[in-house]
């Protein structure tokens, strides 16, 4: 399998200190890559490296058949991506309107995803008039509304409580299964990134380099009984002990 992403020797400063000591790894194309490590080292900057919203001060990056719309990204600040003057179902419609879908074809792709997702709330009310959750779930549905062939998700399911993280993580299998995008997302709940992820990258404390890429083989789907198997524990207790090291706790 080819790599979607390779990240060689990344160098990047902030308030001139190094953030970065050589960040080096790959991520498969058509594969679930989740990024876990301590607060501060760097996760959300690296995503925005690699889409373009900031720059590195070296280091070589490939990304694989990047086009503008095959590519998305759920910000972490997701309020703040979301347009308070278009309500929800015009803000996951935008990335098709200016691809000039037509509106049968918004409409359809809008309720497709609607279902596999099971948003149970209004679409037609405005993002401020949602919960965070809720809001969490539009950025996530309008971020896959042109079938992204490559997904950055920066803490996806951070405003969900367990059992939705639990239903949209579900969801988002399914999807996966169907489209199989190549995903590289931040993850701050080591049990998330084990139950999505088939290589889960640790990273270091500052400056930041990869202290252990673990590789996660259990099979798709991943249902609730993967949560209490013996395997699933193992590679728990991995990516843990690799953080334990990482963040010298």
């Not at 299998?173 to 995008?181: F, G, I, S, V």
């Not at 993850?187 to 500052?206: G, K, Y």
């Not at 193992?234 to 002990?241: A, D, P, R, S, Y």
Request: charged share 20%; aromatic share 10%; hydrophobic share 40%.
């Amino acid at each position: 399998m080819s790599n979607a992403i390779s990240i060689n020797n990344l160098r990047k400063k902030l308030s001139g200190q190094e953030l970065y000591a050589g960040l080096s790894f790959e991520a498969k194309a058509g594969e679930i890559t989740a990024i876990f490590g301590p607060n501060g080292c760097g996760k959300s900057t690296l995503l925005n490296i690699l889409s373009g919203v900031a720059k590195n001060d070296g280091g070589e990056i490939s990304i694989e058949n990047l086009q503008r719309f095959s590519f998305s990204y759920i910000f972490q600040n997701y309020r703040e991506s979301l347009l308070p003057w278009r309500t929800s179902f015009d803000n996951i419609a935008f990335p098709l309107e200016i691809q000039h879908k037509s509106e049968a074809f918004i409409r359809e792709r809008i309720q497709s995803l609607g279902k596999l997702f099971a948003t149970d709330f209004d679409l037609h009310r405005h993002p401020y008039e949602l919960s965070g959750g809720q809001q969490q779930a539009v950025a996530f549905l309008r971020a896959l509304a042109n079938q992204p062939t490559l997904l950055f998700m920066d803490e996806p399911f951070s405003a969900l409580d367990y059992e939705n993280s639990l239903r949209m993580r579900r969801s988002l299998q399914e999807y996966y299964a169907e489209h199989k995008p190549t995903i590289l997302f931040i993850s701050h709940d080591i049990e998330e990134a084990v139950h999505l992820a088939s290589r889960i990258v640790v990273l270091s404390q500052r400056p930041t380099s990869v202290a252990e890429v673990i590789n996660n083989d259990m099979s798709y789907p991943r249902t609730l009984a993967t949560l209490n198997s013996e395997q699933f524990h193992q590679i728990k207790n991995q990516v843990l002990t690799a953080f334990q090291k990482a963040a010298k706790l």
